[in-house]
Each structure stands twice: as C-alpha cells, then as structure tokens.
C-alpha cells in the first residue's frame, strides 16, 4: 500500500512538475526520476543496519542536482524541495555519527522526505503559477 502510495504521488508530481512547472519542472523531473532508477540497485546493495553507502551517494547527487538547480531557479519551489532532500542526507549522516541507530527509524528517516518533496513541488509549482498570474494582472 505504501510501495503504490509512492508510486502515485511520484507520477502525479512528475506530470504536474513537467506540465505546469517550466524549465525547472522538467529538470526536476529529470533529476528526481534518475535518482528513483538508481535508489532500486542502490538499496539492495545494503542494509539498513549501518548507513547505505550507495543510497546515501544516490541521496548526495539528487541534494546536488536539486542545490543546481535551486540556483538557477527564478521561482521559489526548488528551495523547499532541495531542503527535504538535504534532511534525507542528513539521515546518512546521523547513521555515520551513531553506530547504534536504529535500522528501522533509519529506513523510516530517510525515505520519509520524499513525501514533503514532492508536495512542495506540487503546491509550490502552483503558488509560483498564482504569483505570477498575480503580478501580470495587479493594477
């Protein structure tokens, strides 16, 4: 149930980012799809009873990609979405710090932050589209 809750959320983000969210929708879903096809191999290559090396790299490249295109970005949605991927690494890197950390509250930490992304996306695509809607119609 989860697995297709993801599932639809990702398509439904996706769509509307690349409909709606302009150059920067469509670089983010670029970047966001990437990072799904690696996270497949990169989980099952480690447990989570120490930090997942390669998920963390999977993690580490999405935050660059996103922390890019944050830069570059003339609206404001790609700061909400680079921050929920900077606490997904910041999960990694509790792992690092605290050998005894819990595998479950680990797998819960690092891929719960997917959910927030991608309803920043969605809401905030749809707020930057009602500012400027805004702007080109204020008196």
């Known amino acids: 149930m989860l697995a297709a809750s993801f599932w639809l959320l990702t398509v ?16 983010f879903v670029g970047l966001f799809l990437s990072s799904v096809v690696l996270t497949i191999p990169a989980q099952l290559a480690g447990s989570w009873h120490a930090t997942q090396f390669w998920l963390a790299m999977v993690d580490i490249l ?9 830069l570059r970005a003339t609206c404001y949605w790609p700061i909400w979405a680079a921050a929920s991927q900077f606490l997904t690494v910041l999960t990694h890197c509790v792992t690092l710090l605290l ?11 690092s891929t719960v932050w997917v959910i927030p992304l991608l309803l920043f996306t969605i809401i905030g695509i749809e707020l930057d589209r009602k500012a400027r809607h805004d702007r080109a119609y204020a008196a």
């Open 99 to 109: 050998s005894n950390f819990s595998d479950r509250i680990y797998a819960g930490l």
């Open 12 to 27: 439904m983000a996706c769509l509307f980012a690349a409909i709606f969210g302009g150059r920067e929708g469509r670089w």
């Open 62 to 70: 999405l935050l660059a990609g996103l922390v890019w295109l944050m």
